[in-house]
């Protein structure tokens, strides 16, 4: 089965910083998205991205967070200036229409 | 309010048993989708089963069934002959076209243990 990836797996940072999390959505996917799940709690939608631009976002999503489809294969979350309360695991999703998102296996961000 | 709605935060059920999660969920869009996701202590998450609003029959994989009864709102997800590694969270989830993007809206998740 085709797979979504992404990496790190794990990401430990310090506080203020800005941190990078990579997703390679599967390719001929056109649905692209990021959720977040603070440890414990379910998992919450921030953004969706569709033809190279954002097609919704959640009020979570505010300035310090921003994606980029940079090369047509890559799709990246960048949080600037991390806060300890974006700690969470950042999961990607794809679709290709109206089938189901596929999951990557997540990355776990640890703001120290 | 609450899209979707799972009651049980913790369940328990013998190893070889069926068992079944509940899921309610809210919503006045004709058409939509609903998902059950496991999710394991390593923390990916797993697609189990889906069910479309128009959907003339319950959605089934394997040992995984949906109970959907539409007029009810409630999509329950049936685990027959229990195994020690369906022990996770299990999370329903509605895709929903508010907004346009089709995102999905989670559930706060039920724990599932089994016992052997």
């Known amino acids: 089965e085709p797979e979504v990836t992404q990496t790190p797996s794990h990401q430990v940072t310090q506080m203020g910083q800005e941190v990078i999390l990579r997703c390679v959505p599967i390719s001929n996917h056109l649905y692209f998205y990021w959720y977040r799940q603070i440890l414990g709690q379910k998992v919450e939608f921030l953004v969706s991205f569709y033809n190279n631009e954002i097609s919704e976002k959640s009020e979570i999503f505010d300035d310090q967070f921003s994606v980029e489809r940079p090369d047509g294969s890559n799709f990246t979350l960048k949080i600037r200036s991390t806060k300890l309360e974006d700690s969470a695991m950042y999961f990607c999703?794809?679709?290709?229409?109206?089938?189901?998102?596929?999951f990557g296996q997540g990355t776990r961000l640890t703001v120290v | 309010a609450q899209k979707i709605t799972q009651t049980q935060p913790g369940m328990f059920v013998q190893e070889k048993e069926a068992v079944t999660l509940d899921c309610t969920y809210d919503?006045?869009?004709?058409?939509?989708?609903l998902f059950w996701y496991k999710q394991p202590s390593s923390g990916e998450m797993i697609f189990l089963i889906y069910q479309g609003s128009y959907d003339q029959q319950n959605a089934t994989e394997g040992r995984y069934s949906l109970n959907f009864q539409k007029a009810r709102k409630s999509a329950n997800l049936v685990i027959s002959a229990s195994q020690l590694g369906d022990s996770a969270m299990y999370f329903c989830?509605?895709?929903?076209?508010?907004?346009?993007?089709?995102?999905?809206?989670f559930g706060k998740g039920t724990k599932l243990t089994v016992n052997p």
């Open positions: 999703a794809s679709r290709r229409s109206a089938d189901r998102a596929f």
């Open positions: 989830a509605m895709r929903e076209a508010q907004g346009g993007s089709e995102k999905l809206v």
């Open positions: 919503t006045s869009d004709p058409s939509y989708g």
